[in-house]
């Protein structure tokens, strides 16, 4: 059996090469883990569109895999902070939890947004704009959809430093630097927080989505306060850890594509380009993963109930029978049905907010810098490791290069 090289820094830097070859050689492809299980890479779109339509043999909640006699595995406080939601639930929780959010997490909060977006892009580019350069990351693509996000919820500005730096450590990859206890504090001290801000909203309701989910109610069926817990987390780590890498693999896309740069330049088009961004270099490497029922043959391959099934989205998106010139950055693509959200009932709830956030960041970004260059050559960019996301570590800019 094949092995590819899914994670040296080597394959970091340009993972297209080898999700080409995997695509044509071995499309679910089987690869063993040192633990000795094995994890199922689906690398073109028509199989992993396949995998994500189908919610009875992959499932999110590994529970769903053991024998009726089986113990559930024990779980610990920063497992329940992380894993009692929507994205780790199969139906009927995952249609329940799914529906309070919705309810909460409407199209007109999403486009209420557009001021704000605009203004906090606006005030961190000023505060680029005199040093000449930045590190886009750090100084723009992360602060901005972390301040929307929570806005959006209704985190106090004097809170956010403390509460991003409690989400970061108790899920960002960077946090395994923490040790156990250290990380149970943070997350006991998370917790805490949260069941007070609840219950202040549930006395005082705001405008803002963390009272609008403590009041939802669906079916007659509240949020415990677990779930609650658990599913502002979840908005808080997905704040942090995509439409940053959709702002920064964004950017850096169009710095190395300046003919394409010249075509939005005199054309407009940015809603049309962000599409294209995603499918070209989107923010999200593989989709999380999906565990197989039970023993089971797909597409000729024999599966093993708790397999692990994970789509890889990215090189979907590159797969030549569904997109015209797939290597090509092209920001008048129109035939553009990728997979950078996802797909089926776990398609991303922040679908509309990531787009209005890339379109109004890029475009102003481009705008007031026409001269933004890379500090750095392009070779010399360096990417965060792991499967789950595809980011820069930083991206480094002069910001008026002649
Ligand atoms: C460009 C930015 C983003 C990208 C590329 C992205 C991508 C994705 C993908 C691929 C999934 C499905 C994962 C799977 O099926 O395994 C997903 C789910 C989800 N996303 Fe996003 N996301 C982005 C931004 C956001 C934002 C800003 C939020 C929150 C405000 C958000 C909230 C969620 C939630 C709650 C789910 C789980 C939905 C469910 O299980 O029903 N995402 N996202």
């Not at 590819?4 to 044509?24: E, G, H, I, V």
């Not at 403590?214 to 439409?243: D, F, I, P």
Request: glycine share 6%.
């Amino acid at each position: 059996m094949k092995e590819y090289d899914l994670f040296s820094p080597n394959f970091k830097a340009n993972p297209f090469p080898t999700f080409a070859q995997m695509r044509q050689e071995e499309p679910i492809y089987a690869h063993r883990s040192p633990g000795g299980g094995t994890i199922w890479y689906i690398t073109r779109l028509a199989e992993g569109t396949a995998v994500l339509k189908d919610n009875d043999h992959f499932v999110k909640d590994i529970r769903h895999t053991l024998p009726p006699d089986a113990k559930p595995p024990r779980k610990t406080a920063v497992h329940h902070l992380i894993n009692e939601n929507m994205l780790f639930a199969d139906p009927p929780d995952h249609t329940r939890l799914r529906a309070l959010v919705n309810q909460a997490f409407t199209p007109r909060r999403v486009e209420q947004l557009a001021p704000r977006i605009q203004h906090i892009t606006d005030e961190l580019l000023d505060g680029i704009a005199a040093a000449g350069q930045a590190d886009l990351i750090a100084d723009f693509a992360l602060p901005m959809p972390v301040r929307i996000i929570a806005e959006l919820l209704g985190i106090p500005p004097a809170d956010q430093a403390q509460v991003a730096d409690w989400s970061q450590a108790i899920i960002s990859p960077g946090s395994r630097d923490l040790n156990y206890s250290a990380r149970k504090r943070k997350v006991r001290a998370f917790v805490a927080y949260l069941q007070a801000m609840f219950a202040l909203r549930q006395q005082k309701p705001q405008d803002d989505l963390i009272s609008a989910l403590v009041q939802a109610e669906e079916a007659g069926e509240r949020l415990n306060e677990a779930e609650l817990s658990s599913m502002v987390a979840l908005l808080l780590v997905t704040g942090h850890e995509t439409t940053v890498n959709l702002l920064g693999n964004g950017a850096l896309a169009l710095l190395n594509h300046p003919e394409q740069l010249g075509i939005l330049r005199e054309n407009g088009g940015w809603e049309t380009a962000v599409e294209e961004l995603l499918r070209f270099d989107g923010p999200v490497e593989t989709s999380t993963t999906r565990w197989v029922r039970e023993d089971f043959v797909f597409e000729g391959h024999p599966m093993r109930r708790g397999d692990v099934v994970r789509v890889v989205l990215a090189s979907a998106n590159r797969d030549a029978c569904h997109f015209a010139q797939p290597d090509t950055l092209d920001v008048t693509r129109r035939d553009n049905r990728h997979l950078a959200f996802g797909l089926g009932i776990h398609y991303c709830l922040g679908a509309p907010l990531a787009r209005l956030e890339g379109q109004i960041g890029l475009q102003t970004l481009f705008e007031r810098f026409p001269n933004l260059r890379l500090a750095v050559p392009a070779g010399q960019l360096e990417w965060r490791s792991g499967v789950l996301f595809r980011g820069l570590k930083t991206l480094p800019v002069y910001t008026n290069a002649e």
